[in-house]
């Protein structure tokens, strides 16, 4: 792994907060081993080995019951240890790979099998070399055809440039964590409004409230963030889903302690039924129906 970078949590705290039968962590990721998975040659970081294993007792001691495992930049198009991941954990969880266009359609047809119901597209500069909008727009016409879905990944500087590209897309389209906001310049500053706006009128667009670690400033528990994650929450219902974002990847701060993320839910979906809206049935409707 690369000298700077952190490790996962060992030892989280068992969460007070209980989750509804049945909830998805909607955004986490496998890592290897790199010795039985190499991470890809062109990847913009080594991490630390996260394997299958470890990502399912994180699970367990949660207390949720499922995963959507998200390729990860460092493992580039090669979708192995996700595939292998999913094949291990069956109805437990669900996919988004990354795709070479030339991907035969058997390919995909595998993956599928496998679980996997989205791919990622990753406009954020340090993780990845662009990849031309074109190409994007073709890989998403494909996969469309499967009944997939896209998940995006850029930075809030980026959204204004890219909101004609999203609109284009024909499928739903699952924006990570909130559209990464500066959450120095407060809900009201127009470019989070911007995002909350794209939301307001393309309803295929989702987002997950995810990484408050990432995005914070005043740091645990975080609550520079959570008004964020409650506002898309109460305005979305239907589209808004929750993840860990285990193992971290590139955390500089600190690394967060995953039973304090789960502890944070009720703070953001005051209601059981929000609860159960953000935790199983959104989830549930995107991945397992
Ligand atoms: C995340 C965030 C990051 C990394 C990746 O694919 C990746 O390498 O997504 C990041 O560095 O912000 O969602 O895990």
């Not at 991490?47 to 990860?72: M, T």
């Not at 469309?144 to 850029?154: D, K, M, Q």
Request: hydrophobic share 40%; glycine share 6%.
């Amino acid at each position: 792994m690369d000298p700077d970078y952190l490790p996962f949590h060992a030892d989280p705290r068992k969460p007070a907060f209980q989750p509804p039968a049945g909830a998805v962590d909607a955004h986490c990721h496998v890592f290897g081993p790199g010795d039985v998975f190499p991470y890809a040659p062109e990847r913009k970081y080594t991490p630390c080995d996260a394997p299958k294993e470890k990502l399912f007792e994180l699970r367990d001691h949660l207390g949720f019951s499922r995963n959507v495992i998200v390729q990860a930049t460092c493992h580039g198009k090669d979708n192995a240890a996700l595939v292998d991941a999913l094949r291990d954990a069956g109805e437990k969880a669900r996919g988004v790979a990354s795709i070479a266009l030339d991907i035969s359609d058997s390919e995909l047809q595998e993956m599928d099998a496998a679980g996997v119901r989205g791919v990622r597209f990753n406009f954020v500069k340090r993780l990845v070399d662009a990849t031309p909008k074109e190409e994007f727009l073709r890989a998403a016409e494909r996969i469309a055809e499967l009944g997939w879905h896209v998940v995006v990944y850029f930075e809030a500087p980026d959204l204004e440039e890219l909101i004609p590209f999203l609109n284009s897309l024909p499928t739903v389209i699952v924006v990570d964590h909130m559209g990464r906001p500066d959450v120095s310049k407060g809900i009201d500053h127009p470019d989070f409004q911007r995002f909350v706006k794209l939301l307001d009128t393309n309803e295929n667009v989702w987002t997950k409230v995810s990484c408050p670690e990432r995005l914070t400033i005043a740091g645990p528990p975080y609550a520079d963030v959570t008004p964020f994650s409650r506002f898309l929450v109460e305005k979305f219902p239907d589209r808004t889903l929750w993840g860990t974002d285990w193992p971290h990847p590139n955390m500089k701060s600190h690394m967060p302690d995953d039973g304090l993320l789960a502890d944070l839910i009720p703070e953001i979906a005051p209601t059981a039924q929000s609860q159960l809206a953000l935790l199983v049935d959104n989830p549930v409707r995107l991945y397992w129906s």
